[in-house]
């Protein structure tokens, strides 16, 4: 049984730190790339970061760059999701998600909300 379980969200002040989590089961994680997603409230699902199976390749949205830092641990089929001077703006569920040209796995989200 596939699972992707993410963790780590939270509420947070503006200029303040989290680190999301994103274990998975079920699948081989060290041969699928590794996304983060957001949803916010009245918003499309974005793609906010993603990293290649064997961690050496990333890519960030615009709007994170330089904020967030995606990164992958194999041995633990972990990937996980730093993100930095938080705003408002971040505010969202954000999503773990493996896909490859024939699975499209998805977890079910950790609430993260930036405010003071």
């Known amino acids: 049984q596939v699972q992707l379980v993410e963790s780590g969200g939270g509420l947070v002040q503006p200029g303040g730190s989290l680190r999301l989590s994103c274990t998975a089961s079920?699948?081989?994680?060290?041969?699928?790339?590794m996304n983060w997603y957001r949803q916010a409230p009245g918003k499309e699902r974005e793609l906010v970061a993603a990293?290649?199976?064997?961690?050496?390749?990333?890519y960030y949205a615009d709007s994170v760059k330089g904020r967030f830092t995606i990164s992958r641990d194999n041995a633990k089929n972990t990937v996980y999701l730093q993100m930095k001077s938080l705003k408002p703006e971040d505010t969202a569920m954000y999503y773990c998600n493996a896909r490859n040209d024939y699975y499209d796995y998805w977890g079910q989200g950790t609430q993260v909300t930036v405010s003071s």
């Open positions: 990293i290649i199976p064997s961690g050496r390749s990333t």
């Open positions: 079920g699948f081989t994680f060290s041969r699928y790339p």
